[in-house]
């Protein structure tokens, strides 16, 4: 069964702060964000790559989009995140920037344009600001990238942070584990949690994380928690927009709920076209000029 996305419909939010439904016509804020922390409000967040896509989930109401480095396995052909460039990051997060209106725009640092130290991190996500004009970036890892975020925020950039499984570290993990089972990685996983906020960040991602462990870090901490594959207790959740429309082929992650089937839609209009090419049916008297 396949679901048509909706206009967001202000009546059913209380206020016009709200910010999925909400009636400000301003780019979203890491204000926005917090304020909807202390109103118990959930949101969604989706990837997005390019301008036109970016358009459509803006028009739809979506409050944050990220320009994820998941560009690398569903738009640039890579196995995983890792080989990403900032280059090629920078590129596609401007393109989204110039297609929306409303969504607070958040670029990836892609893995190796922060892991030196500090000062990496400043001059890539520095450059994010400056030339695709995103409002705030994100970067993987808790307590190790503690020192990264706090540095940024103290330059003005806001940092979402993320823990649980971290993709650029899949060959450390021999694959995408579901993290922080038992106690001691539990533990780790609330240190983490822990540290991020306290370097300055403004939400955090929770990827593949127990339920239970993400609905206990989302109530200690005082900053939003997105959670993927992290139940349904998180502050918000986000999806790569592939895997949430069906563009995605093959297998897909067991937290992953498709609402629609665009790649069919897609693959039957291109057969639809090279048969009325084929057959003569296109181009019409109508599409052709004298």
Known sequence: MT?????????????TKALYGGTSSRRITVRDI????????KWPMLTAYDAMTASVFDEAGIPVLLVGDSMGNCHLGYESTVPVTMDEIALLSAAVVRGTKRALV????PFGSYQEGAVQALRN???LVKEAGVGAVKLEGGERSA???ELLVQAGIPVMAHVGLTPQSVNAYGGYPVQG???EAAQQLLRDAKAVQDAGAFAVVLELVPAELAAEVTRTLHIPTVGIGAGV???????VWTDMAGMTSGRLPRFVKQYAQVREVLGDAAKAFAEDVVGGAYPAEEHSFH
Not at 106 to 109: I, Y
Not at 233 to 239: I, N
């Open 181 to 183: 089972r038992g106690e």
């Open 3 to 15: 679901h048509a996305l909706k206009t967001p419909d202000s009546s059913q939010k209380a206020g």
């Open 125 to 127: 996500a520095t450059r």
């Open 34 to 41: 917090a304020a909807a922390k202390e109103r118990g409000e």
């Open 233 to 239: 207790e998180c502050d918000a959740q986000v999806l």
């Open 147 to 149: 020192h990264q975020i």
């Open 106 to 109: 958040v670029g990836d640092l």
